[in-house]
């Protein structure tokens, strides 16, 4: 199993950006397919974005087209969530996870790794 730690959560004002980072752990990096998950204060853990094992297809929710990008650099085994024009209703815990196949996933139940999450909070 692969082991995750984010990176770059913090508080920022509406219309900032962050950058989220996610380090894994173990040699087969490359060919999991990982996802950015985020988790609002009594609310349920919700699907941001995902990408394939070599980068080449991503997927973002809705909600965030247009604002967040997901990318990976495999020689540094870490996994990226750029976040621009952030709302307050951007707000929760962002987690990583890795998933042991190639292709992306939105579902949570598809990922079988996860980090400890970091905490985004974004001010109006």
């Known amino acids: 199993q692969v082991q995750l730690v984010e990176s770059g959560g913090g508080l920022v004002q509406a219309g900032g950006s962050l950058r989220l980072s996610c380090a894994a752990s173990g040699r087969a990096f490359n060919r999991y397919a990982m996802g950015w998950f985020r988790q609002a204060p009594g609310k349920e853990r919700e699907f941001v974005a995902a990408i394939n094992w070599i980068g080449e297809s991503t997927y973002h929710v809705d909600s965030v087209k247009g604002r967040f990008t997901i990318s990976r650099d495999n020689a540094k085994n870490t996994v990226y969530l750029q976040m621009s024009s952030l709302k307050p209703e951007d707000t929760a815990v962002y987690y990583c996870?890795?998933?042991?196949?190639?292709?992306?996933?939105?579902?949570?139940?598809?990922?079988?790794?996860w980090g400890q999450g970091t905490q985004v909070t974004v001010s109006s």
């Open positions: 996870a890795s998933r042991t196949a190639y292709s992306n996933s939105p579902y949570y139940t598809d990922y079988t790794s």
